[in-house]
């Protein structure tokens, strides 16, 4: 997918690494990792007292490392590569409001030369240089990678092992799930094992292979941190996340567990300093496979949409629909006429199940519906209105609307309600698009402090349209320890959970 990073504390960084940038200057480019490798002998299980063995990757690493590859490439810098470019070359400030990524390329570059005059940014495209890795799939020469691995390239070349070079050609990218697929023109060639991300257990030993800044072969291990991450500005991949060793360089190199398949593509990681800090993920290999199958047979990629924006129910929210638990992905807000409203989907529904597989988590939503195709059909388990039912939904084409996860303020504290509500008028109706809604004059107390503010437009409680003060009022008095306000401010729609005292 494309690259992902938070600009606050935290950052999520695709595993880029820099490079040349056409003879004079500096460049970046992302790149990749490299090897993996065959099964390694189970260890007895543990017995209480005695240690257990710690695995031996050596056999692994031998055996599949062939399979890994290091990619080169050359593209045309991007807008936003020449600007970091310029910043290293030139200026003492960052542009990008102290933007981890640029401390990480001036570490690592070096400042050089003067910032590019008139007669520089007038020049011939400045040509990016970089490098990243993949994995044989196909011994008929089908490699897998990032998709930001070879974004804007205009040359790629794949090394192997054995030091042999070839120019690849890309068969297609989803920078939505950033997977992309390569092509050589080479036979009877190394392949890794595929595995199944359902057998991998948190816990479980894993191994990484790649070239982190510039050093191929790089042989690195860890656990698996948390299965079904999701990450900010993501919707569609849910990440294996672990702590193996992965840095710049690593991007579209496999993650091999102890029976030497590959479970995952190593992708980003989460860091303050543009380094490995000790968090990385990796796209299940499942999901690429199925990315990489329609690449294959199409040369692009369909994806499906339900058509709903969802976000995260947590224990106040629980608590208003009367949920065992705080578990699920609480619908919002259902596109008109889009998939979803066709089968009847409402806000306020909580989705529990998809085919069978449980929902636990907003982001388990849109992972699992991007392992659907469009015009199948799904069963959802729904929770509505204190309980359960089961709606089949026909998907559809995603066509650029993705399926949104929401945020709320998860901070309400106990207190009154605290809204003062008018009714909107017939015109304010027509204006907003809306058949009912309350305007929210003032909030105090517990809305307040859960984010309900002046100016919002109160659309149900409890999944419940209101029309009236009294129906809010009355539906208030039914609660017990919780309500869930459905607020639209601005063209977004969100469930606020307001804690009653």
Known sequence: MSNVSLKSTKLVLALVAAGAIGGAGVGLVQTGMAHAAAPVVATAPAVAGVPMALPDFSQITAQYGPAVVNISVTSVASDEDKAEIAQQQGGQEDPFGNDPFFEFFKRFQGQQGQQPGRAQRNAP????????????????????????VVRGAKEVTVKLTDRR?????????DPKTDIAVLKIDAKNLPVVNIGKVSDLRVGEWVLAIGSPFGFENTVTAGVVSAKNRSLPDDSSVSFIQTDVAVNPGNSGGPLFNTRGEVVGINSQIYSRTGGYQGVSFAIPIDLASKIKDQIVAHGKVEHARLGVAVQEVNQTLADSFKLDKPEGALVSAVDKNGPAAKAGLEPGDVIRKVNGQAIVSSGDLPSAISLSTPGETVKLDVWRKGGPVQIEAKLGSLNDKATKVANSDEGAQ?????????????????????????????????????????????????GTPVKSVEQVRAAVAKSDKSVALLIQRGGDKIFVPVRLG
């Open 414 to 462: 106990k207190g009154k309600l605290g809204l003062a509500l008018r009714q909107l008028e017939p015109d304010e109706l027509r204006s907003a698009g809306l058949p009912s809604g309350l305007l929210i004059e003032e909030a105090a107390g517990a809305a307040a402090n859960a984010g309900v503010a002046q100016g919002d437009v109160l659309l149900a409680v409890n």
């Open 125 to 148: 495209p400045q040509m990016v240089r970089g490098q990243g890795s993949g994995f044989i799939v196909g011994a008929d020469g089908t490699i897998l990678t990032n998709a930001h």
């Open 165 to 173: 070079e070839y120019q690849a050609k890309v068969l297609g990218s």
